[in-house]
């Protein structure tokens, strides 16, 4: 069984897509005690927890009263940078930074551009061929190449489908079906 805490203060980032960032994060009451000590002790119970949220290049910040949680997900904007602070926060006192987190940046929402002029390493072909072999296709049956017929599909296309048609499934294990003999009731 996973313990509950850690007992280490961190605040961590991980993206789970361009539109949407995971935040979870352990603070320990000696992290927070010592951030309290410079404030009367009957003032303490004024701060609460929060979270700010902070995109590169944008001065305005969102502040979350996170109460006891541990983890945020927040919605993100493609080919962003983010970042967090946990914070004490009191409307007397103001803000108090207690942890930062990593710097993460969030993917393109879009499909990246093929680069014309890199040239695919040896190793790389060789790999992608013998892959290609395990797989049982041909290698020539997966090469692009230029449309061609009067429906506009690709000799790819046709070779595949042909690749298809003359491929044999592996066998499958036969699956039994059990039947009750007898009725519980």
Known sequence: MLPHRYGMDRLHLMI??????????????????????????????????????????????????????????????????YRAELCLHSEEFGTIALLNSNDVETPSDSMAHIAEDIEEPNEATELLSRLVQLTGLKQDSIQLEEASGSRGETQTGRQIRAEKENYLEPERPKVETIRPTSSFW
């Open 16 to 81: 789970q897509s361009p539109f949407q960032v995971f935040a979870y994060w352990e603070v320990t009451v000696e992290r927070i005690q010592e951030a309290l000590e410079e404030f009367p002790k009957e003032d303490h119970g004024s701060f609460h927890v929060a979270l700010k949220w902070i995109e590169d290049g944008q001065s305005q910040l969102q502040t979350l009263d996170s109460g006891a949680a541990s983890e945020w997900w927040f919605e993100s904007r493609p080919r962003t940078r």
